[in-house]
């Protein structure tokens, strides 16, 4: 069973970084894209950011080049550095992991991953 294990949430002044960590607890078969959602209270989640076994990253529209996200793919793991935090930016950041399975020439979504979250508080 595939767990993903977050690390590095915190409190921030605005302004301020944070650099979030996903490790899964083992290698993820069919590993298709990890990354970062958001959820705020009363709010879906959004995406935040989400790097591809071959693509570029992508990010949410918020985001607006504050924040990297990196791979280290032979490790499992993923981090989020976080730049120029705003109190907007406050809520659980869950890891999540897309699968995609191929047979016969033809892909499908496999089973995703979530992680339990990890709480960003951005205030002064």
């Known amino acids: 069973q595939v767990q993903l294990l977050e690390s590095g949430g915190g409190w921030v002044q605005p302004g301020g970084s944070l650099r979030l960590s996903c490790a899964s607890s083992?290698?993820?078969?069919?590993?298709?894209?990890m990354g970062w959602k958001r959820q705020n209270a009363g709010s879906q989640r959004e995406l935040v950011a989400g790097i591809s076994t071959d693509g570029p990253p992508i990010y949410g529209e918020f985001v607006k080049g504050r924040f990297t996200i990196s791979r280290d793919f032979a490790k499992n793991t993923i981090y989020l550095q976080m730049d120029n935090l705003q109190p907007e930016d406050t809520g659980v950041y869950h890891c999540?992991?897309?699968?995609?399975?191929?047979?016969?020439?033809?892909?499908?979504?496999?089973?995703?991953?979530w992680g339990n979250g990890t709480l960003v508080t951005v205030s002064s």
């Open positions: 083992q290698t993820i078969p069919n590993l298709n894209m």
């Open positions: 999540y992991v897309v699968t995609v399975e191929t047979s016969g020439g033809t892909s499908r979504l496999g089973k995703d991953y």
